[in-house]
């Protein structure tokens, strides 16, 4: 019996959230399947590169994609909390633990979220990219794609990110 999803990502523990579109996390049965079915799909690292330089390629990829429609993009900029760092906040932690106050000015990560239209039948699907530092200063993309209808994508979700993934490495060569 074929396996039936339609939601495909490069990080199946902790998935990258949409932000315009109303889409869920993905199941734990989907992540188990897009383990299986789909373990070579993993996220582009990019050593020494800066994010900024990365979410730029990630954009110009984006706007090259055929049938792509970007609605939402975030370049990461400072440090990111909700309600923001207070003055006193900020001084104690400049003052307490430097190395702290570099990493959260560096944790907050780019998005890109778009539309994309097949070709022939014309579906929409949903997707997002994700551009962060990751502990060893590599800037990592991760990816989800999403069909809206049907409960099986016969795999054009996960094709989708890997030819994403292509132009934007092309882009950065």
């Known amino acids: 019996m074929p396996k039936l999803f339609n939601d495909v990502t490069t990080d199946a523990q902790n998935p990258p959230h949409y932000n315009k579109a109303q889409i869920g996390d993905v199941s734990e049965q989907n992540k188990k399947l897009i383990l299986e079915t789909y373990p070579d799909l993993k996220p ?45 906040e900020l001084f104690a932690l400049l003052y307490a633990v430097p190395y702290l106050l570099l990493r959260l000015l560096y944790v907050r990560a780019g998005i890109l979220e778009g539309v994309a239209t097949t070709a022939i039948m014309r579906f929409k699907d949903d997707f997002v990219f994700v551009c962060k530092q ?33 132009l934007v490495e092309a882009l950065l060569r």
């Open 44 to 88: 582009l690292r990019f050593p020494f590169k800066d994010q900024a330089t990365v979410f730029g390629a990630m954009v110009a990829a984006a706007k090259e994609m055929p049938r792509w429609q970007l609605t939402h993009q975030d370049q990461a900029k400072g440090a990111h909390r909700s309600g923001g760092l207070r003055v006193a």
């Open 134 to 166: 990751d502990s060893a200063g590599n800037t990592v993309v991760h990816g989800r794609s999403k069909s809206r209808l049907g409960s099986s994508d016969f795999g054009a979700n996960a094709h989708r990110i890997q030819q994403y993934f292509k």
